[in-house]
């Protein structure tokens, strides 16, 4: 399923291991490869996902817990969708991450796709300001960003 | 007197900074198009120095040094982003994606170009693009 260009961000990446291993590596050690920082997460908080449709993707820190997302589907070496609310959308607003693990020479291509987007007005803080697909460039940049945190983590893991 | 820039430079040169250098140069070359002009290769594997061509451009690049520059991978923030022009986006955008470079967003186009947006694979943001002007 592919939206359209104000609705979902896409991002491709690639990581050098195989799928199993990615998606181990993207699901069970979230914590150590989820960047910190103020784009990112409190510097010390713990990240952790709960595996199986249903499982949470917990930001724990501070003395609270945020969830950020809740697992639709759960396809171990193939692929992830999150229901997402992340840190900035509320109850009754959500939109939605699949995260596929392909095979590709040398590893996998993850591609991470959100969308959902076009449900969440224009007013909502979550968009600063921007729409169109000036909005979901910059949801794929944080994604971008996100992942090279992945890439280097499975790079270092080899 | 001396030439500024020199043959080959232009006057204004991105100068980067990655954890791991040497695999830095190879994957701008593969997946980027760069091409390299030399390093100079530190006793500890670190590169102190190095230069790679653009067409006409060059970038400059070097190993983390405290003091002297961060990989993006350590900084909580984005520091900058490289914006460059080339001939055919598209096709920029297919060898990038082949290679590996993380693909932010596709190429579309906006503002009177055609760009796409990625990430190398310490986190430096990238543009590129290719004026829509007919003339």
Known sequence: MTASPADSARVTAFVAVEPAAAFAIFTEEIDLWWRRGPRFRAADSAMRLEPGAGGRLVETGGGKATELGRVRVWEPGARLVLEWRGRDLGAGESTEVEVRFEAAAGGTRVVIEHRGWDAIGLAHPVRGGLDGSAFTDMIGLWWADIVTGLRAHAARRR | ?135
Request: charged residues 20%; hydrophobic residues 40%; aromatic residues 12%.
């Open chain 2, 1 to 135: 007197m001396a030439t500024n820039p020199p043959a080959g430079m232009q006057r204004i040169i991105p100068y980067l900074t990655y954890d791991d250098a040497p695999a830095a140069i190879e994957f701008l070359c593969a997946a980027f198009g760069f091409d390299e002009h030399f390093r100079y290769p530190m006793p500890d594997g670190r590169i102190g120095h190095a230069e790679l061509g653009f067409k006409d451009n060059v970038l400059m690049l070097a190993s983390a040094y405290e003091g002297f520059g961060e990989t993006p991978l350590r900084l909580p923030n984005v520091h900058c982003q490289i914006y460059c022009f080339v001939d055919d986006v598209d096709a920029h955008f297919a060898r990038a994606r082949d290679a590996g470079a993380t693909i932010a967003s596709a190429p579309a186009d906006e503002h009177g170009m055609r760009r796409y947006r990625a990430v190398d694979p310490e986190g430096h943001r990238w543009v590129f693009a290719s004026s829509l002007d007919p003339s």
